[in-house]
């Protein structure tokens, strides 16, 4: 995940060294739950509480910067909230199912789909 991209495009070194940052963070943050050095248990208990305060900030993190630049644009809060947060948070969905599509994971992809919808 941290690793430099020697054989990509210029593109994607410039987005690498822009985003390794939050790379680090969640590569060290985030401990390997398959590595079986330690009690799978304990990492599995420190990953799913690392987790859940990751989705915690990042969801503080969105909400206060659509707050801003709705209050910079003179944009109603409620037409953000309805419109570019539901984006936002539908984007990792579609991203994952068309993931599994590619992989021919039709199954999957629907499940998520359906899923997604019901539970956003």
Same mark, same amino acid.
Request: hydrophobic share 50%; charged share 10%.
């Given at each position: 995940?941290?690793?430099?991209? @020697?054989?990509?495009s210029?593109l994607k070194k +410039?987005?690498?060294?822009i985003?390794?940052?939050?790379?680090? *963070?969640i590569?060290? #943050?985030?401990p390997?739950v398959r590595?079986?050095?330690?009690t799978?248990?304990?990492?599995?208990?420190v990953?799913?509480i690392?987790?859940?305060?990751?989705l915690?900030?990042?969801?503080y993190i969105?909400?206060e @910067?659509?707050?801003?630049l709705?209050h910079? +644009?003179?944009?109603p809060?409620s037409?953000m909230?309805?419109? *570019?947060?539901?984006? #936002?948070?539908s984007l990792?969905n579609?991203?994952?199912s068309?993931?599994?599509a590619?992989?021919?994971?039709?199954?999957?992809?629907?499940s998520?789909?359906?899923?997604?919808?019901?539970f956003?």
């Amino acid at each position: 995940m941290i690793h430099y991209p @020697s054989e990509g495009s210029l593109l994607k070194k +410039l987005v690498h060294f822009i985003l390794l940052p939050i790379k680090a *963070f969640i590569h060290f #943050g985030i401990p390997d739950v398959r590595m079986t050095s330690v009690t799978p248990f304990g990492k599995a208990v420190v990953s799913a509480i690392l987790s859940v305060l990751f989705l915690i900030g990042g969801s503080y993190i969105m909400v206060e @910067s659509l707050d801003a630049l709705a209050h910079d +644009l003179r944009i109603p809060e409620s037409v953000m909230g309805a419109t *570019f947060s539901a984006a #936002g948070t539908s984007l990792p969905n579609y991203i994952a199912s068309q993931m599994a599509a590619r992989q021919g994971l039709g199954n999957m992809a629907i499940s998520n789909v359906f899923g997604s919808n019901t539970f956003n």
